[in-house]
């Protein structure tokens, strides 16, 4: 009896939120549901007029890059992958065609193109004091292994690079361990959740057994409530849908993308992408959290760059970057940086002479960033140019 009662009031309170959502939604005017075995989609010529950015499809199966984007969404049919805003990103559902319209699902809508393209707009997005730099593995547990060293190490050296230079732009930084030694995972989180006004930022190296030859930058936030994670292969949505959310997830993807867009804009590595997991760190915190993977140390090449001391503070400066771009989000109220920007702005800057027995000292990188042009002071972006409609004040999609 009390199992039915029960029941009965989660239904009418589902509905109750079903149909609040709904109505936000649809009072925007600007998004035509459609409804396919009982799931919502959005039509790619839907979105593309949304946003009003140029959207495209390619067919099946393509291979998709950086060099060949011509658009700011470009969708692969069939599949999870897109690019957006020149990066490779992973959808939770695969794109589908229905009466020769492509369709794109409305939790990714809601949770993965809204806030890789607004983020700016993102409620709370950019509120930050304090920076819980999160050094993956430690002690016992020495994370991957390469010829050169362990990833335990090369993260928390990353981690101690990247605090002075945060500190330096007025930040707090709490690291979730200083040494060599395990913290437990829920420590970690624990951390994070006590810090006022936080994000977590947890630093990795990756490793396989499958492809020696894999390389390149992933960044990982936690996947939405009723969504498969991106290394998921069943797309089932009945498995899915017990499976909890964050309150704080389009924070959380809008920071990869500051993160990641500086990365690459930095670092030419392989773009393997913005993806979902529900690793531990990120289900156990509550505040905006990203788990950045910086390179493969299975990989010969990759691994000895990671090795390099001034390979590892070129990646610290890069995370700062992409940091200091969100935390611009709450104060500027404007799009961030974006990997061509950097690209762009990289190459105005001539590099300086890498000189491998003298690591880069903390005081001539922050001598570096502060003479290599502000993206507050440099010329309105291709992203501000494009000047996003500022009739732009329709209701945000609902998930
Ligand atoms: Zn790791």
Request: hydrophobic residues 40%; positive net charge.
């Amino acid at each position: 009896m009390i199992i039915a009662v029960k029941r009965w009031f989660t239904v009418a309170l589902l509905t109750t939120c079903i149909t609040l959502a709904r109505t936000v939604a649809l009072a925007a005017d600007d998004w035509q549901v459609i409804k396919i075995n009982g799931h919502d989609y959005l039509s790619v010529d839907n979105i593309a007029r949304f946003y009003r950015l140029p959207a495209e499809v390619a067919p099946s199966g393509a291979k998709i890059r950086l060099e060949t984007v011509m658009n700011p969404l470009e969708f692969v049919r069939d599949s999870r992958e897109v690019m957006i805003n020149g990066v490779r990103c992973w959808l939770c559902f695969p794109l589908i065609e229905q009466n020769g319209k492509f369709l794109v699902s409305r939790t990714d809508v809601a949770k993965t193109i809204e806030p890789q393209l607004r983020p700016h707009r993102v409620p709370n997005a950019g509120k930050v004091e304090t920076v819980v730099l999160d050094p993956g593995h430690g002690g016992h547990d020495k994370g991957a292994v390469c010829r050169y060293g362990n990833e335990k190490d090369f993260a928390l050296d990353v981690a101690r690079k990247v605090r002075p230079l945060l500190q330096a732009k007025g930040l707090r930084v709490i690291m979730t361990r200083e040494g060599d030694y395990f913290v437990p995972l829920e420590v970690r989180a624990q951390i994070a959740n006590a810090a006022r006004n936080s994000i977590f930022v947890s630093i990795h190296f990756n490793d396989t057994n499958d492809d020696p030859s894999a390389t390149g930058f992933e960044i990982f936030s936690f996947t939405p409530r009723g969504a498969p994670s991106t290394s998921d292969n069943s797309l089932t949505p009945t498995a899915l849908s017990m499976q909890a959310g964050s309150e704080v997830d389009a924070q959380s993807m809008a920071l990869s993308a500051c993160i990641y867009h500086s990365l690459l804009g930095h670092i030419p590595e392989f773009d393997r992408g913005i993806k979902r997991a529900r690793f531990a760190v990120l289900r156990l915190t509550k505040v905006p959290a990203v788990l950045i993977e910086g390179g493969f140390l299975t990989e010969r090449g990759e691994s000895k760059l990671i090795a390099m001391k001034d390979w590892r503070a070129k990646l610290a400066q890069a995370i700062v970057v992409g940091i200091e771009n969100y935390h611009a989000l709450g104060v500027k109220k404007q799009p961030p940086m974006l990997v061509a920007d950097y690209r762009r702005q990289t190459k105005l800057v001539p590099a300086e002479p890498v000189t491998p027995e003298a690591d880069l000292s903390l005081v001539n990188l922050i001598g570096e960033s502060a003479l290599a042009p502000k993206p507050a002071k440099t010329s309105p972006s291709p992203s501000q140019q494009r000047s996003l409609p500022t009739a732009f004040d329709s209701a945000v999609i609902v998930p």
